[in-house]
């Protein structure tokens, strides 16, 4: 499904405001997913590192309407493909979702801080902004993510994924203008450095009397 995008799209912002040299790690809603199997992976079965962002994605996706629509970019609808003759048509079915941001830290200080620069962070830049390829073209649409109301400290879960001690703060974000894409091609028709003259237009003939004999 085109969430992915969304997922990458999230997990790369949140990695562009990381300082260069950071120690924060921070995993894709994939990655996620495979805890576990990361930490085997990267450190033969030692404790995994922290800091460590982790994002996931909530497994259901609400479909807003079950209706196709149309959707506009910029104010251009169809975009032409000049060297095929073809045009592009963009076509969405309108999504939501929510994403789950948790920060594992060492200490709970730490986390707090963490949790403090993020907040700010994602309120004053909501903005993610995806790019789908498709034959020739690239199209970038703009989606937003609204902070929910509540930030949770989850340090107590009873499923401990590291040994030892840890907190664990949690950020819950709500994707908006979220779309999934068709983009059926439709060949067209088109007239190349022709100019149409009006004698050469087609008229009316001239009306005829019948007389009766």
């Known amino acids: 499904m085109a969430i992915d995008y969304y997922?990458?799209?999230?997990?790369?912002?949140?990695?562009?405001?990381?300082?260069?040299?950071?120690?924060?790690?921070?995993?894709?809603?994939d990655e996620t997913t495979r805890l576990i199997q990361v930490s085997a992976e990267d450190s033969g079965d030692k404790p995994l590192k922290l800091p460590i962002i982790a994002i996931s994605r909530n497994k259901d996706?609400?479909?807003?309407?079950?209706?196709k629509q149309s959707k506009s970019f910029d104010g251009l609808v169809?975009?032409?493909d000049i060297a095929t003759s073809s045009t592009v048509h963009f076509n969405v079915i309108p999504i939501k979702t929510t994403y789950?941001?948790?920060?594992?830290t060492k200490k709970r200080i730490e986390a707090d801080e963490y949790v403090r620069q993020y907040l700010f962070k994602l309120i004053n830049n909501p903005q993610i902004v995806i790019e789908i390829p498709y034959n020739?073209?690239?199209?970038?649409?703009?989606?937003?993510?609204?902070v929910l109301n509540t930030i949770s400290d989850t340090s107590d879960i009873s499923t401990h994924v590291f040994p030892g001690q840890f907190y664990k703060w949690t950020i819950q974000l709500e994707l908006h203008d979220g779309f999934l894409f068709?983009?059926?091609?439709?060949?067209?028709?088109?007239?190349?450095?022709?100019?149409?003259?009006?004698?050469?237009?087609?008229?009316d003939p001239d009306s005829v009397t019948v007389e009766n004999k």
């Open 100 to 104: 789950q941001i948790d920060f594992y």
């Open 61 to 67: 996706i609400e479909i807003l309407s079950t209706i």
């Open 7 to 29: 997922d990458e799209a999230i997990t790369q912002k949140i990695k562009n405001w990381l300082a260069d040299g950071s120690a924060m790690r921070v995993l894709s809603p």
């Open 136 to 146: 020739n073209f690239v199209v970038k649409h703009t989606a937003n993510l609204r």
């Open 182 to 203: 068709s983009l059926p091609r439709k060949n067209t028709w088109k007239l190349a450095d022709s100019v149409v003259d009006p004698v050469d237009r087609i008229s």
């Open 78 to 80: 169809i975009k032409s």
